[in-house]
């Protein structure tokens, strides 16, 4: 019975199925060799079903086996980087790519990394230049620092800084700064890595001038403040400013600063921020360029020369230092600041500055269709930045709300989608927020909506 069955199942070859028409559009999002190892995969599993159970039933049809293999390829094509609907009410989503690269940012640096280009050669001298020098003077005038550097993402602007100035010595760390942020990235940990030893001062909720100049020994580094990112402490909470550090540490010991958002308009939240640091004497200051910044990941580094030449001539730059793409989109962003004739506003920014009923407006126009036929409706909600920038601050905001029959089942038919809608689980509901959906992509959110209608899933 197995031998008659396999020779029937053998009818057909992996080299079929992947040359069959449904499935050769999955080439360009997979690849051919990865798809023929998902048909591979199948097969093998169907042989090895057929092996071990009862026979009495019908082998699988070709077709049928094609439909299993198209399925298998359709759940793995979610897998590759794809454009996604940002619909979590988490406005710089770190599991969504953070803050959306500027469209005509985009179109400007294409042309330039599609073809050769001056990244490391100086026309003016005729010979080899500095990766980054230009973009390095704009990121110091728009701060107001001295110099500044790019690396890689932040945690590397963090460790470099730390490996080149505290490696071997001490780093006095406020208990209530010790931080962890996603991905398990730890200070303490990421001090030792550096080979610099913590020095913790004062308690999780306070910490004083005093307790920053009894920590002082002639093996201090530096001082490191760290900027809470995903969390916030209430209450009973007092803390020096830079200002007030700056004042009573001596000068030759640096402070440096992990800004971490790139929050540039200062009235957004109560924070000490990159120009007021840079002000009031920190030393250095580092932030992500993919969060308020608005920009590319990469770990931006501002203030003294004499710390960001030190930092730029350490061994493990070359480790750390971005390419052409990130250098070129950075240095656009920066150009694009500093000519803005008002308070440049970044993706983050101006989502903020929407008003409420504007957003209202924006739900209701999506669900006109469908409101009080299958629960849809429009509720008030808050939304917050996300990306480690203004923890625990919200803002009013709107979404569209329907309950589902199950809710797991909802949430992967939106995942299935063409352009895949992620949105947020509240108890029995699933929310879409409006707030982070392009004007553009409305018609294709009320279609979407109207699919969930189709399939039966309220």
Request: charged share 25%; with cysteine.
């Amino acid at each position: 019975m197995n031998n008659k069955t396999n020779s029937k199942f053998n009818l057909i070859q992996v080299n079929t199925v992947l040359e069959h028409e449904s499935i050769k559009p999955y080439y360009k999002i997979l690849s051919r060799p990865i798809i023929a190892d998902i048909i591979r995969d199948t097969l093998e599993k169907l042989r090895h079903d057929l092996n071990n159970k009862d026979n009495s039933k019908s082998p699988l049809s070709k077709e049928e086996i094609i439909k299993l293999c198209e399925k298998n390829i359709k759940s793995k094509s979610n897998s590759p980087i794809k454009r996604v609907i940002n619909a979590t009410g988490t406005i710089m989503h770190t599991n969504l790519g953070r803050s959306p690269i500027d469209s005509e940012i985009w179109d400007e640096v294409k042309d330039l990394n599609i073809h050769s280009n001056n990244l490391e050669y100086n026309l003016n001298k005729e010979g080899r230049g500095l990766r980054g020098e230009f973009l390095y003077s704009l990121l110091a005038k728009l701060t107001g620092a001295e110099d500044s550097l790019v690396v890689n993402n932040n945690a590397a602007a963090v460790f470099l800084i730390l490996k080149t100035f505290a490696a071997g010595k001490e780093v006095i760390v406020s208990r209530g700064e010790q931080v962890q942020i996603g991905g398990g990235f730890r200070i303490p940990d990421i001090l030792r890595e550096a080979g610099a030893n913590l020095v913790e001062i004062g308690t999780t909720n306070i910490a004083t001038i005093k307790d920053y100049e009894e920590a002082i020994t002639e093996n201090t580094a530096m001082i490191l403040k760290v900027h809470s990112s995903n969390f916030r402490i209430r209450g009973f909470v007092k803390y020096p400013s830079l200002k007030n550090i700056r004042d009573a540490i001596p000068k030759n010991i640096p402070i440096v600063y992990d800004e971490g958002a790139g929050i540039f308009d200062e009235s957004l939240s109560e924070e000490e921020h990159i120009k007021s640091a840079l002000k009031s004497g920190v030393d250095l200051v580092c932030f992500s360029g993919d969060k308020m910044f608005s920009s590319v990941q990469a770990g931006v580094i501002v203030g003294k020369k004499e710390y960001i030449s030190k930092i730029y001539k350490h061994p493990l730059m070359r480790a750390f230092r971005c390419g052409k793409t990130v250098l070129s989109i950075l240095e656009k962003y920066a150009i694009k600041r500093l000519n803005s004739t008002e308070q440049f506003k970044g993706y983050c920014e101006r989502l903020l500055s929407i008003k409420p009923e504007i957003v209202k407006e924006k739900a209701l126009k999506i669900i006109e269709n469908l409101e009080n036929i299958k629960g849809f409706k429009v509720i008030e909600e808050t939304i917050e930045t996300g990306g480690g920038a203004m923890a625990d601050i919200f803002f009013p905001s709107y979404a569209i709300s329907f309950k589902p029959k199950d809710i797991k089942q909802a949430v992967k038919f939106l995942h299935n989608l063409e352009i895949p809608i992620i949105p947020k689980v509240k108890k029995d509901s699933i929310l879409l927020y409006v707030i982070t959906i392009d004007d553009n992509d409305i018609d294709y959110i009320k279609e979407s909506l109207n699919k969930v209608v189709q399939s039966n899933l309220l």
